[in-house]
Nanobody, 124 residues
Framework: QVQLVESGGGLVQAGGSLRLSCAAS????????MGWFRQAPGKEREFISS????????DYADSVKGRFTISRDNVKNTVYLQMNSLKPEDTAIYYC?????????????????WGQGTQVTVSS
């Protein structure tokens, strides 16, 4: 069982930056691939980024590639999402998710555990 708690969301102006954190419970964090997803008002939740257990493999949605960076610290049991050059269309609730199987898929149903989400609002 893994519990995930996101933090770091907030209100930022367009062009600004935020760093989201997702702290995980448990002693086998490095065995879990992690993902970030987001859900904007009135839209379905979508894939943002994912990272393998060791951090050697990452994936990004085209909409955030070059602006967002995923990373993890397996000593601190935390995964991060550094978000730069934020746009109003990045406004959403951001969720982290954990997966106990191999691979870093984009499908939401491939992830076993989810956090409660953190709100990111980008003003124009």
């Amino acid at each position: 069982q893994v519990q995930l708690v996101e933090s770091g969301g907030g209100l930022v102006q367009a062009g600004g930056s935020l760093r989201l954190s997702c702290a995980a419970s448990g002693r086998t964090f490095s065995s879990y691939a992690m993902g970030w997803f987001r859900q904007a008002p009135g839209k379905e939740r979508e894939f943002i980024s994912s990272i393998s257990g060791g951090g050697g493999y990452v994936d990004y949605a085209d909409s955030v590639k070059g602006r967002f960076t995923i990373s993890r610290d397996n000593v601190k049991n935390t995964v991060y999402l550094q978000m730069n050059s934020l746009k109003p269309e990045d406004t959403a609730i951001y969720y982290c998710a954990a997966r106990s199987s191999v691979g870093i898929p984009r499908r939401q149903d491939a992830y076993n555990y989810w956090g409660q989400g953190t709100q990111v609002t980008v003003s124009s």
